[in-house]
């Protein structure tokens, strides 16, 4: 078993501690937040835009917790951390981990800065540690389906993909007291739609030739609303991204995807969580899309074997997460 601690019980810290419990090879021996005694009152009341499903209460309530990583370390022999912190400070929470030989997953984005990103990678590389970040749209249900249908060929080339992500603003969730010139998280860019760009990047296996954008700004960053198009000429090929919290509060919360093949068009939303469609001139078929929410268990259970074999695939790298941190400021 290996011995980790969430650092920063937010929304996505618990998200992650409830999965890390459902994980073999994982125990959860320690929960870090500065603000100690408001774990509690999270347990018992989660926020966030989503449900984050059946939490097993009384056994978070059995962990420890601990006001800071040198704390936890005082009391407890941790193998890793999961950094479920604000982005401005994952740099610094990264950093100070991998210098106590811990191996990290961290939440996206990675980082902001590309210099930071660069160092973190070098340090993980020097300390011989696991590094890698949590984009989970990679690991959810209805786009690994879309993966293998892509891989597979049966409906001929793709042609046409397009991917949206939208909500209303946030109203929810301390990071919303950060914000500065463009948001702690860097806005809807780099904290919402980022999702879309990296699952496209990373299906598509390499960057577009070109990219055409616009972006608004909204109550929360210089960058709340995206609406891009990436071509591959060569290819034949057009992605379209569309995304943003521009919206009222109330506005729900929408994600999807449409990818027309050669001979049918495979589709999913959010609004429809069970299926994805396959339509063709004549029909309509129908399959299980499973649970969204089993992305999160997915790339933890990978980072698990990550941390038994010492080894973390290369498409999953934390190299791959900032090519997806520059892809973002290109479209700025």
Known sequence: MKRVAVIGFGFMGIVHSQNILKCEGLELAAIIDKDVDSVAKKINDPVGNFSTGDLDVESIRKIPVYSSLESGLEKEKLDAVHICVHTDLHYSMVKEALNQGLHVLVEKPFVLDISEGEELIRLAKEKNRILMVAHVVRFMSP???LLEIMESGKYGKLKFLSLSRVSGVPVWGEWIEKQKDFGSSGGALFDLVIHDIDFAAFALGEKPEKIESTILPGKLSKYDYLNATWHYPAK?????????????ANYPFCAGYAAVFEKATVSFSTNDSENIHIDNDTERVSIPANELGDGYFNEIALFAESLESGVLYEKYS???ALETVRLCYEHV
């Open 318 to 320: 934390a190299e791959s």
């Open 143 to 145: 786009y690994k389906r």
């Open 236 to 248: 034949q090929l057009t992605v379209k991204i569309e995304g943003g919290n521009i919206f009222h």
